[in-house]
């Protein structure tokens, strides 16, 4: 049985992906806390983090990294906050999350609901920004 994410990997379903490399990808949470929240998913598909192989788990960072750069390049935020939660999809992902204030990683407030021109023109605007890297 594959997760959510792995149908997204193998295009299964439709996703705004913004980055993606062998081992990894990246794509806009449908459900963000903020405009340009994205996720970022290793292939391999495993359920908790720090069950990943020290070589993932790095390729995963690393990958992590550079889509934060991509992000802050186009987005206005102060930071790219970091959250590893891991109970939502049994399928590694770190959310990336574009911080204005500490409210804007809070988990417990509603979800926006952003219109399908709104999330592909963020979408594309961190994926020309992850190409030029």
């Known amino acids: 049985m594959s997760t959510i994410f792995t149908k ?7 996703a705004y992906i913004v980055a ?11 459900m ?4 340009g929240h994205l996720l970022v ?5 495993v359920d908790y983090i720090f069950d990943l192989e020290d070589e993932d788990y790095s390729n995963l ?19 790219i906050g970091v959250a590893v939660i891991g109970l939502e999809v049994p ?3 770190i959310h990336l999350i574009p911080l204005r204030s500490m409210g804007d990683i809070d988990f417990s407030r509603p979800k926006l609901k952003l219109s399908e021109e709104v999330m592909k023109e963020i979408a594309a605007k961190i994926s020309g920004a992850y190409n030029t890297l």
């Open 20 to 30: 993606e490399d062998e081992h990894s990808i990246a794509f806009l949470d449908i």
């Open 61 to 79: 960072l690393l990958f992590s990294k550079k889509v934060a750069k991509a992000m802050e390049s186009v987005i206005s935020c102060t930071r």
């Open 32 to 35: 963000p806390l903020v405009k």
């Open 41 to 45: 998913v290793p292939k391999k598909e």
């Open 91 to 93: 399928h590694v992902h």
């Open 8 to 14: 997204i990997i193998n295009r299964e379903i439709p």
